[in-house]
């Protein structure tokens, strides 16, 4: 009978841990816990890793924010684009446009002045107003989304007093366009992958410029 009980005790412990999140990850499919939703996101989360678009949409976004300014600024309770705002925003439309196979999302913030409900629909009005500047440079606008603001929620500066860093959109690189069937997205990516590989290769000219050097040493 202890012995029983003591199984008992035992399997209610192991139940008991496997409801803590972040216990017993080997019982769970890969890429649950870093995506942190139900099985179907986690299930979606597994295809993209396997079928390596979430990778090379990291690598993608990586490059994105070392090439381009990935942020705007904006006065004190506006969403007008101010010159050196636009001249961002073209250096990003000209890179987007490269990569028609990618889609993104802009996000919008403001400092901590005002109500987070004003402040919420302020940072939205920035996305968008950012959103329609890039489909003016030539950017697909199916390509684009301006998300739910995120207000005043992640600062920059952690201030109550009106700052210049906080007040901002930021642009992401958010995934691939969506394709009809699974050898489209395959194909979508590997496109990237080969014109990234053809425009990385040294220029014909450069190898015979670098022979003849070390014959002539």
Known sequence: MKIYLTSAVALATLAACSNVAGENNFLKETGAV??????????????????????????????FAAEVDTTVNFAFNS?????????????????????????????????LVGSNAYNRRLG???????????????????????VVSLGETQPVVATQEMERRN?????????????RRDDELNGKYAEIIFREYVASA???????????????G
């Open 34 to 63: 870093i995506d942190g939703g139900n099985f179907g996101a986690a299930t979606m989360n597994n295809h993209l890793t396997h079928t390596g678009a979430n990778n090379l949409a990291i690598n993608l976004q990586r490059r």
């Open 124 to 146: 939205l009005r920035r996305a968008r107003a950012v959103v329609n500047y890039l489909v003016s440079q030539g950017v697909d606008r199916s390509r684009l989304q301006a």
């Open 79 to 111: 969403a007008v684009l101010e010159a050196d705002a636009q001249a961002t925003l073209a250096q990003q439309a000209s890179w987007i446009k490269q990569f028609p196979e990618i889609r993104f999302k802009v996000f919008g913030h403001t400092d």
């Open 167 to 179: 007040r901002r959109t930021v642009t992401e690189v958010s995934g691939f366009v969506k394709a």
């Open 202 to 216: 040294v220029p014909p000219t450069t190898v015979t410029d670098t022979a003849v050097s070390d014959d002539d």
